[in-house]
């Protein structure tokens, strides 16, 4: 699985980005938030959604990993196609989206091209109760910058234990005011306590 491609913008229109790395040009659909921040920048960094289905592959490129986590989570959700997401993070920004689902404001939702009624009150009801527990959200977006490499590094590895990223993102900020000057390996002593 292919996780980022780290290269420079050949193209990059507000659909798609030609993204080269050593030598090779992959072509990555985006939405308006990356593009709007790769803007000015000839090298980036692109984090991957890879879509398969019988009849095609594709990649989704994204500037954060918060908006890929939120492009899977609307993804996950049935009658939401890959379009439909893409079309979402182009009109609303990541933090629109949650907020509106989270205050269950169908017409916001709604006023996205292709989403109807019955598909914002969908994502509403499925999407309500996983944003709360921080799924759909990079988790170290919500720490300082100077800790978010740490939590990042003792995230992946309580998932790679079998916990749930709900869960580790309900017990890092206490673990984090506890402790602020924690090493990777505190971290994750103190979350394996609380998990």
Avoid: C, W
């Avoid at 593009?35 to 984090?47: D, I, K, N």
């Amino acid at each position: 699985m292919i996780d980022y491609i780290k290269g420079q913008i050949i193209e990059l229109t507000p659909t798609e980005l030609i993204l080269e790395n050593h030598g090779i040009g992959y072509s990555l659909l985006i939405s308006l938030q990356t593009y709007e921040a790769f803007q000015l920048q000839t090298q980036v960094v692109a984090y991957i959604h890879h879509y398969i289905r019988e009849d095609e592959e594709l990649f989704y490129g994204f500037a954060t990993k918060d908006e890929r986590e939120l492009f899977r989570l609307l993804i996950g959700v049935s009658g939401i196609g890959v379009a439909s997401a893409r079309m979402m993070l182009s009109t609303l920004s990541s933090e629109e989206i949650r907020q509106a689902i989270l205050a269950e404001d169908v017409n916001r939702i709604k006023s996205v091209k292709g989403i109807g009624l019955k598909s914002a009150q969908r994502l509403v009801l499925e999407l309500k109760d996983k944003i709360v527990k921080g799924e759909g959200a990079d988790s170290t977006v919500l720490f300082q910058a100077d800790q978010s490499g740490l939590v990042q590094e003792a995230t992946t590895a309580l998932t790679m234990l079998g916990f749930s990223k709900a869960n580790i993102g309900k017990v890092m900020p206490a673990i984090l005011k506890e402790n602020p000057s924690a090493k990777v390996e505190d971290i994750i002593k103190a979350a394996l306590k609380r998990l």
